[in-house]
């Protein structure tokens, strides 16, 4: 399998239990649709817990898949571990990684640690099962103050590498775990092979383990827009000011959308403008998460408690075709994904968000009006290396050549309602 770099991976979260009505099966259906997700641009597959559900308070017909029963076995709803073998083996074939969610922080309340090792747990005064977040009624916390816990997780990991050659992991609720458990854990299971480690957490210290944390604190701000609590402008700076909250090329997963979260289709339901919050999310610094479906602009959001098949007939092939086309141009520019990210001042800032990449004298700029009307134009104050006399561009969604002439190191764009990509040399 061709090595990929960090920041040119595009992340597709798959829920396998709700992939299709076909019960037992999942993992051979996915392993058909792999070939359609690469086509779409993603290099990266990140499967949620596929792992047995407890059942003692479960949450829904089916439970949480978060509240793991026993982390050597694979849900039978979702198929078999030589189905899943496959699976990798295929992912691989097509130079694709598999990442598997790691949920240490809990397990279920009839777990087989439970009943095996029921001292792994953390307790209360009374000496009773307790967990940190009280409204997670189906699990109880492990208790990492204890040795033998921490080999046995560690194993655990190790087994799934060695077995099945995984790629890596997306630990759940990474923060809520000792921070010198991650370090030790990463420092046994690199030796095996280079893996992928993300972070479900936003805290500045997780990159002591992980190469990628979640973005949690940009959405945040970002739903705290969409709901006109901040302006557009606070939002951008904002992300702007995490280069001084993070570690020096400090990678984030960006999103709009995930298990956790309402489908954006649902919140942003007007489609120009969503289709500039998408080429975005995409096109800024970090690696973009896809969840399944959200590439063809479905809304609802699935049920990770009942019984639930997404419904990708409801998709339409015209947002599934756009993310493709977005996320295709950001695998093939090279400045995109290794080069010099800025944002830009524009003269709109609490409408238009302006954007670029460069590297050796290759040039981007995003122009995205996050308005639902349209403008007239908008003036951006570029930098160096983006200015020469004349800019001579593709309009990459439209296709077409433009020219801008640069006075003062600025240049106005004409803008509509849709996104604008612009790509250029200079030198």
Known sequence: MKALNLTDLVVYEVFARAYSNKVGKQFEIISDDLERIKSLGANCVWFMPIHPAGVLNRKGELGSPYAIKDYYEIDSLIGTKQEFRRLIKRAHQLNMKVLMDMVLNHTSMDSVLYDTHPEWFMRDENGNSFRKVSDWSDIIDLDYSNRDLRKYMIDMMTYWVKEFNIDGFRCDVAGLVPLDF???????????KALTWISESHDSYMYQAFDITYDYDGYYKFIDYLKSHISLQDYVNFIRMQDHLYPYNYVKMRFLENHDQDRIKSKVTDDALLRNWVVYYILIKGVPLIYNAQEYGISEKPDIFNNYVIPWEEGSKEWFDFYREILLFR???????????????????????TFGWHKEGACV?????????????????????????????????KK?????????????????????????MVG
């Open 331 to 353: 695998s093939r520019t090279t400045c995109v994904r290794q080069g010099q990210f800025s944002f830009f001042v524009n003269d709109a800032p609490q409408e238009v968000i």
């Open 400 to 424: 077409s050549p433009e020219h801008f002439p640069v006075s003062n190191q600025k240049i106005t764009v004409k803008i509509c309602k849709e996104p604008i990509i612009l790509s250029y």
């Open 182 to 192: 991650w370090i030790e854990a990463r420092s046994q299971l690199d030796k095996l």
């Open 365 to 397: 700029i995003a122009v995205l009006n996050m308005t639902k009307t349209d403008r007239d134009s908008v003036t951006i104050k570029l930098e160096d290396p983006f200015v020469r006399s004349t800019i001579h561009a593709l309009n990459v969604l």
